[in-house]
Nanobody, 121 residues
Framework: QVQLVESGGGLVQAGGSLRLSCAAS????????MGWYRQVPVNQRELVAR???????DYADSVKGRFTISRDNAKNTMYLQMNSLKTEDTAVYYC???????????????WGQGTQVTVSS
């Protein structure tokens, strides 16, 4: 059973920083892409940033230049450094692992339970 556990969310003032972490556990052989998504009530979940096992990354336009995604393949862990936070960054942030190879045949996709990020003005 693969689990993703996020940490690092919280309350911060506008202009501040937070660092989110996502740790994947279980019998994992490899993870192709890991990403961060966020969701506010009544909106769809949107991609914030994602990174491949090779280190290629891309970002939503709204966070470019402020957020940095990284990962440690050996530890199956991903991070999101969020700087210059804005009130509109307030959301529940979800960790995603896609193209997960385990001892079972096939590739799988998993989600974390989410962590709240609240940016106050």
């Amino acid at each position: 059973q693969v689990q993703l556990v996020e940490s690092g969310g919280g309350l911060v003032q506008a202009g501040g920083s937070l660092r989110l972490s996502c740790a994947a556990s279980g019998k994992i052989f490899s993870i192709n892409v890991m990403g961060w998504y966020r969701q506010v009530p009544v909106n769809q979940r949107e991609l914030v940033a994602r990174i491949t096992s090779g280190g290629n990354s891309d970002y939503a336009d709204s966070v470019k230049g402020r957020f940095t995604i990284s990962r440690d393949n050996a530890k199956n862990t991903m991070y999101l450094q969020m700087n210059s936070l804005k009130t509109e960054d307030t959301a529940v942030y979800y960790c995603n692992a896609d193209g997960v190879r385990t001892m079972n045949p096939g590739l799988y996709r998993y989600w974390g339970q989410g962590t709240q990020v609240t940016v106050s003005s």
